[in-house]
Structures are given as structure tokens and as C-alpha cells.
């Protein structure tokens, strides 16, 4: 049973670009987490999916941030016209259906670096 | 004041020491993640506990749900436990980890 899955593990973009961020979720996990790390900072609660559901973007950025989690494929986060301070570590988590309590089991993340 | 407080912020200590982290919080929970991260690494779960003791090797974790308190210990430290350790617990009725801000732990030979 693979582990969570997230590419690229590292993505450079140029500000203004689109950067583009995948999650694979557990073999039978129907629930996806988003988190950022800022340098020399903690983790921050982004958005948590469920397949086609939004169910909480309190911590999403309101402009530039968006999440989905298709019925098919990986979840995607998606930052549009990327600014320096997107600069982080996007980590990715999963738990199973029915117990969103559960323990969340993490990916390795994707740094992206906007030069 | 953070919700989740950890301390220490850093330690380092010789092989074969013993190493308690701890983690207080001020929130209603229903369960607290032990995480460890490298650096540049990914993030792994080491422990989730919502009451009680957890062993899982050289590591132990306790929780004292009274008292909003929790503890990370590595018996016979070695350097490659070196990484930060992270408290992150799950609000009653709720999916958000609310994270400390981690522990840097340095192990020497």
C-alpha cells in the first residue's frame, strides 16, 4: 500500500506564473488535507477535500488559492500568478472515509520556490 | 498565547541520553499527533493519542487529558533521532491540526 503521494517534490516558478501542486491520497482514503510551511515556520491548516467536496477552505488565501479533488485523479492545489511569499512547503495529508478524525498520514511535500 | 506550546525549542544532547519533549495545549481536543520531520524532509507520524501511553520502539508517548499536557520520550538517543519534533492536536468535533511549532532535536556521538 503506497504512501501519500505528492508531485513535483520540488517546483520553480517565476512570479506571475501558475504553479500546479498534486496529491495522491492513500489507497482508500477519501480525505485530503492541504498544509503550508512557511520558512522557519510551523504548519498552517489550508483546505481539507473530500472527492468533488470542498469542505473547509478557512485557510486557503482568498485570492490566487484554489482545491479540488476530482472523482477521478489526484487532488490538486493550484496558485495562480505566484508571488515570493508563496514561497513554502505545501504538504498533503489523507485519512480514511468515515473517520475524519483519524490519523492523517502525510506526503513527502512539495517545496516550490518562486524566484 | 499559541494554542499549542512545545518545549523545548531546542536540545541537544550526547548519544545515548535520555529525551523528553513536551506539549501543552489550551484547547478542547479529541486526539494529539507525535510527528517527526527531517530536514528537507517529509513529515511522519510517529504516535496519535487521545489517552494513556503509546510505545512504539525506543520512543514513548504520554498524555494527560486533565491536565492538557503531553510528552515525547527517546530512551537511548542516537543521531539520527536528530530532527524536529512536532505536536499537532486535533480539536474536539473538528479534522484541523493545530500545530507547535516543533522541537529541534540534535543528537551528537
Known amino acids: 500500500n503506497a504512501g501519500v503521494m505528492q508531485n513535483p517534490r520540488h517546483l520553480v516558478r517565476r512570479r506571475g506564473q501558475e504553479a500546479r501542486l498534486r496529491c495522491s491520497p492513500m489507497?482508500?482514503?477519501?480525505?485530503v488535507y492541504w498544509y503550508r510551511q512557511l520558512p522557519e515556520e510551523g504548519l498552517k491548516f489550508m483546505v481539507y477535500?473530500?472527492?468533488?467536496?470542498?469542505?473547509?477552505e478557512s485557510g486557503m488565501p482568498k485570492e490566487r488559492f484554489s482545491a479540488e479533488f476530482p472523482k477521478e485523479g489526484p487532488s490538486i492545489l493550484r496558485i495562480q500568478q505566484v508571488v515570493r511569499g508563496d514561497s513554502a512547503a505545501y504538504f498533503c495529508?489523507?485519512?480514511?472515509?468515515?473517520?475524519?478524525?483519524?490519523?492523517?498520514?502525510f506526503g513527502p511535500g512539495t517545496r516550490l520556490t518562486v524566484l | 498565547k499559541n494554542e499549542v506550546e512545545q518545549s523545548p525549542q531546542n536540545l541537544t544532547a550526547q548519544e545515548g541520553e535520555f529525551i523528553t519533549i513536551n506539549c501543552s495545549y489550551s484547547?478542547?481536543?479529541?486526539?494529539l499527533h507525535w510527528l517527526q520531520q527531517h530536514p528537507g524532509g517529509g513529515i511522519v507520524s510517529l504516535f496519535m493519542l487521545s489517552s494513556g501511553k503509546k510505545k512504539h520502539g525506543r520512543l514513548i508517548a504520554t498524555i494527560n487529558i486533565q491536565e492538557k499536557h503531553s510528552s515525547l520520550h527517546i530512551t537511548a538517543s542516537h543521531p539520527r533521532d536528530s530532527a524536529v519534533y512536532i505536536c499537532a492536536v486535533l480539536r474536539d468535533s473538528n479534522y484541523q491540526l493545530i500545530w507547535g511549532a516543533g522541537t529541534k532535536l540534535i543528537i551528537k556521538p
Open positions: 495529508a489523507s485519512s480514511p472515509p468515515l473517520r475524519p478524525y483519524n490519523e492523517q498520514f
Open positions: 477535500l473530500q472527492k468533488e467536496n470542498i469542505i473547509d
Open positions: 484547547v478542547g481536543i479529541s486526539a
Open positions: 489507497k482508500g482514503h477519501s480525505h
